[in-house]
Protein backbone atom coordinates (compact mmCIF):
# COMPACT_ATOMS: atom_id res chain seq x y z
CA UNK A 1 0.00 0.00 0.00
CA UNK A 2 1.11 3.54 -0.82
CA UNK A 3 2.71 5.37 2.11
CA UNK A 4 3.45 9.40 1.92
CA UNK A 5 5.71 11.39 4.19
CA UNK A 6 5.94 15.41 3.93
CA UNK A 7 8.73 17.22 4.67
CA UNK A 8 8.75 19.46 6.74
CA UNK A 9 5.62 19.17 8.92
CA UNK A 10 5.82 22.84 9.44
CA UNK A 11 8.31 25.79 7.82
CA UNK A 12 8.33 29.12 8.50
CA UNK A 13 10.33 31.54 6.01
CA UNK A 14 10.73 35.34 5.70
CA UNK A 15 9.06 37.09 2.38
CA UNK A 16 11.33 36.61 -0.97
CA UNK A 17 13.05 33.41 -0.28
CA UNK A 18 12.51 30.35 -2.59
CA UNK A 19 11.82 27.27 -1.12
CA UNK A 20 11.40 23.70 -1.50
CA UNK A 21 8.54 21.72 -0.10
CA UNK A 22 9.09 17.96 0.25
CA UNK A 23 7.22 14.62 -0.31
CA UNK A 24 8.05 10.97 -0.43
CA UNK A 25 6.48 7.63 -1.33
CA UNK A 26 7.28 4.04 -1.25
CA UNK A 27 5.33 2.72 -4.97
CA UNK A 28 6.48 3.76 -7.63
CA UNK A 29 3.61 2.35 -9.96
CA UNK A 30 1.91 5.91 -9.96
CA UNK A 31 -0.78 7.11 -12.20
CA UNK A 32 -0.53 10.77 -11.21
CA UNK A 33 0.25 13.03 -8.56
CA UNK A 34 -1.30 15.76 -7.49
CA UNK A 35 -0.33 18.78 -5.77
CA UNK A 36 -2.82 20.77 -3.25
CA UNK A 37 -2.94 24.11 -1.37
CA UNK A 38 -5.54 24.05 1.84
CA UNK A 39 -6.32 27.57 3.56
CA UNK A 40 -7.21 27.10 7.27
CA UNK A 41 -10.85 26.15 7.15
CA UNK A 42 -11.37 25.52 3.62
CA UNK A 43 -11.04 22.75 1.03
CA UNK A 44 -8.25 21.81 -1.31
CA UNK A 45 -7.11 23.82 -4.26
CA UNK A 46 -5.20 22.12 -6.89
CA UNK A 47 -1.84 23.69 -7.79
CA UNK A 48 -0.33 21.24 -9.97
CA UNK A 49 -0.79 17.96 -11.59
CA UNK A 50 2.11 15.86 -13.11
CA UNK A 51 1.09 12.38 -15.22
CA UNK A 52 2.96 9.62 -14.82
CA UNK A 53 5.14 10.28 -17.83
CA UNK A 54 5.67 14.05 -17.55
CA UNK A 55 9.05 14.76 -14.97
CA UNK A 56 7.73 18.29 -14.13
CA UNK A 57 5.28 21.07 -14.17
CA UNK A 58 5.32 24.42 -13.45
CA UNK A 59 2.31 27.05 -13.22
CA UNK A 60 3.58 30.80 -12.00
CA UNK A 61 6.09 30.73 -9.08
CA UNK A 62 4.97 27.01 -8.55
CA UNK A 63 7.52 23.86 -10.24
CA UNK A 64 6.63 20.78 -9.23
CA UNK A 65 8.96 17.62 -9.78
CA UNK A 66 8.62 14.04 -9.92
CA UNK A 67 11.21 11.47 -9.45
CA UNK A 68 9.95 7.87 -9.55
CA UNK A 69 13.33 6.28 -8.91
CA UNK A 70 13.79 8.29 -5.72
CA UNK A 71 10.16 8.02 -4.54
CA UNK A 72 10.30 12.14 -4.39
CA UNK A 73 8.51 14.69 -5.34
CA UNK A 74 9.07 18.58 -4.92
CA UNK A 75 7.13 21.65 -5.11
CA UNK A 76 9.47 24.78 -5.49
CA UNK A 77 7.94 28.27 -4.65
CA UNK A 78 9.56 31.10 -6.03
CA UNK A 79 9.65 34.38 -4.64
CA UNK A 80 7.30 33.47 -1.32
CA UNK A 81 4.98 36.07 -0.66
CA UNK A 82 2.55 35.95 2.50
CA UNK A 83 -0.27 35.56 0.66
CA UNK A 84 1.44 31.40 0.21
CA UNK A 85 1.17 30.86 3.56
CA UNK A 86 -1.08 27.77 4.09
CA UNK A 87 -0.54 24.17 4.30
CA UNK A 88 0.46 22.35 1.16
CA UNK A 89 -0.71 18.76 0.58
CA UNK A 90 0.79 15.96 -1.68
CA UNK A 91 -1.12 12.83 -3.00
CA UNK A 92 -0.14 9.89 -5.21
CA UNK A 93 -2.75 7.84 -7.66
CA UNK A 94 -1.65 4.47 -8.00
CA UNK A 95 -3.12 1.85 -10.55
CA UNK A 96 -5.98 0.52 -9.89
CA UNK A 97 -6.14 2.47 -5.93
CA UNK A 98 -7.28 5.48 -4.69
CA UNK A 99 -5.16 8.75 -4.28
CA UNK A 100 -2.85 8.74 -1.15
CA UNK A 101 -2.71 11.65 0.74
CA UNK A 102 0.53 12.96 2.61
CA UNK A 103 0.02 15.08 5.67
CA UNK A 104 1.08 17.97 4.80
CA UNK A 105 3.11 21.27 4.97
CA UNK A 106 2.35 24.03 7.00
CA UNK A 107 4.00 27.20 5.28
CA UNK A 108 4.03 30.58 6.94
CA UNK A 109 5.50 33.36 5.02
CA UNK A 110 6.19 36.25 7.30
CA UNK A 111 6.84 39.91 5.40
CA UNK B 1 -18.43 27.73 -13.51
CA UNK B 2 -18.48 24.22 -12.58
CA UNK B 3 -17.44 22.68 -9.51
CA UNK B 4 -18.44 20.78 -5.97
CA UNK B 5 -21.22 22.27 -3.62
CA UNK B 6 -21.15 21.25 0.01
CA UNK B 7 -23.46 22.24 2.30
CA UNK B 8 -23.96 23.09 5.13
CA UNK B 9 -20.71 24.94 5.75
CA UNK B 10 -20.88 24.29 9.54
CA UNK B 11 -22.98 21.59 11.55
CA UNK B 12 -23.77 21.27 14.77
CA UNK B 13 -24.81 17.11 16.16
CA UNK B 14 -26.58 16.52 19.37
CA UNK B 15 -25.67 12.95 20.52
CA UNK B 16 -27.45 9.97 19.75
CA UNK B 17 -28.33 12.50 16.38
CA UNK B 18 -27.50 11.10 12.78
CA UNK B 19 -26.69 13.88 10.43
CA UNK B 20 -26.46 14.34 6.45
CA UNK B 21 -23.93 16.26 4.59
CA UNK B 22 -24.89 17.56 1.09
CA UNK B 23 -22.42 17.34 -1.84
CA UNK B 24 -23.06 18.44 -5.39
CA UNK B 25 -21.50 18.50 -8.08
CA UNK B 26 -21.90 19.81 -11.85
CA UNK B 27 -18.72 18.55 -13.52
CA UNK B 28 -20.47 15.38 -14.84
CA UNK B 29 -17.42 13.41 -12.95
CA UNK B 30 -18.46 9.73 -12.53
CA UNK B 31 -16.90 9.25 -9.35
CA UNK B 32 -17.04 10.67 -5.83
CA UNK B 33 -15.07 10.74 -2.81
CA UNK B 34 -16.08 11.91 1.34
CA UNK B 35 -12.87 12.33 2.92
CA UNK B 36 -12.47 12.77 6.69
CA UNK B 37 -9.66 15.49 7.89
CA UNK B 38 -8.84 15.95 11.76
CA UNK B 39 -6.35 18.63 12.70
CA UNK B 40 -2.49 17.91 12.59
CA UNK B 41 -3.39 15.08 10.01
CA UNK B 42 -4.14 14.18 6.66
CA UNK B 43 -7.31 13.33 4.63
CA UNK B 44 -8.63 9.25 5.64
CA UNK B 45 -11.07 8.00 2.62
CA UNK B 46 -14.38 7.09 4.06
CA UNK B 47 -16.62 5.78 1.39
CA UNK B 48 -16.33 6.53 -2.77
CA UNK B 49 -18.95 5.56 -5.33
CA UNK B 50 -17.25 5.03 -9.07
CA UNK B 51 -20.81 5.00 -10.88
CA UNK B 52 -24.73 5.91 -10.05
CA UNK B 53 -26.21 3.10 -7.41
CA UNK B 54 -22.48 1.80 -6.44
CA UNK B 55 -20.33 2.64 -3.51
CA UNK B 56 -17.06 1.43 -1.59
CA UNK B 57 -16.15 1.76 1.83
CA UNK B 58 -12.78 3.39 2.39
CA UNK B 59 -10.48 3.08 5.52
CA UNK B 60 -12.34 4.87 8.16
CA UNK B 61 -16.80 3.75 7.07
CA UNK B 62 -17.81 2.50 10.45
CA UNK B 63 -20.26 4.97 11.78
CA UNK B 64 -20.69 6.70 8.03
CA UNK B 65 -23.56 5.26 5.31
CA UNK B 66 -23.64 6.66 1.81
CA UNK B 67 -26.13 6.83 -1.23
CA UNK B 68 -25.16 7.44 -4.65
CA UNK B 69 -28.95 8.12 -6.80
CA UNK B 70 -28.26 10.49 -9.02
CA UNK B 71 -24.92 10.91 -10.95
CA UNK B 72 -24.37 14.94 -9.30
CA UNK B 73 -25.37 13.82 -5.70
CA UNK B 74 -23.34 11.87 -3.50
CA UNK B 75 -24.63 12.85 0.61
CA UNK B 76 -22.86 11.12 3.34
CA UNK B 77 -24.85 10.82 6.95
CA UNK B 78 -23.61 10.51 9.91
CA UNK B 79 -25.04 8.18 11.87
CA UNK B 80 -25.20 7.86 15.89
CA UNK B 81 -22.82 4.73 15.93
CA UNK B 82 -19.91 7.35 14.99
CA UNK B 83 -18.70 8.27 18.51
CA UNK B 84 -16.11 10.57 17.76
CA UNK B 85 -17.51 12.45 14.47
CA UNK B 86 -16.37 16.00 15.44
CA UNK B 87 -14.07 17.15 12.18
CA UNK B 88 -14.18 18.65 8.45
CA UNK B 89 -15.76 16.78 6.14
CA UNK B 90 -14.29 17.17 2.54
CA UNK B 91 -16.26 15.57 -0.88
CA UNK B 92 -14.29 15.11 -3.73
CA UNK B 93 -14.95 13.82 -7.57
CA UNK B 94 -12.65 13.29 -10.67
CA UNK B 95 -13.46 12.60 -14.27
CA UNK B 96 -13.03 9.02 -15.68
CA UNK B 97 -9.95 7.57 -15.91
CA UNK B 98 -8.48 9.96 -12.91
CA UNK B 99 -6.10 11.72 -15.60
CA UNK B 100 -7.20 15.29 -14.59
CA UNK B 101 -6.88 14.56 -11.01
CA UNK B 102 -9.51 15.40 -8.27
CA UNK B 103 -11.21 18.41 -7.23
CA UNK B 104 -12.54 19.29 -4.08
CA UNK B 105 -15.36 21.15 -2.32
CA UNK B 106 -14.94 24.03 0.28
CA UNK B 107 -15.86 21.40 3.35
CA UNK B 108 -18.46 20.65 6.08
CA UNK B 109 -16.76 21.48 9.30
CA UNK B 110 -19.38 18.66 12.11
CA UNK B 111 -18.66 19.77 15.58
CA UNK B 112 -20.86 17.54 18.25
CA UNK B 113 -22.40 19.44 21.10
Known amino acids: KQEVTQIPAALSVPEGENLVLNCSFT??????LQWFRQDPGKGLTSLLL?????REQTSGRLNASLDKSSGRSTLYIAASQPGDSATYLC??????????FGPGTRLSVLP | DGGITQSPKYLFRKEGQNVTLSCEQN?????MYWYRQDPGQGLRLIYY???????QKGDIAEGYSVSREKKESFPLTVTSAQKNPTAFYLC????????????FGSGTRLTVV
Open chain 1, 91 to 100: AFHNYGQNFV
Open chain 1, 27 to 32: DSAIYN
Open chain 1, 50 to 54: IQSSQ
Open chain 2, 92 to 103: ASIPPGGAEGYT
Open chain 2, 27 to 31: LNHDA
Open chain 2, 49 to 55: SQIVNDF
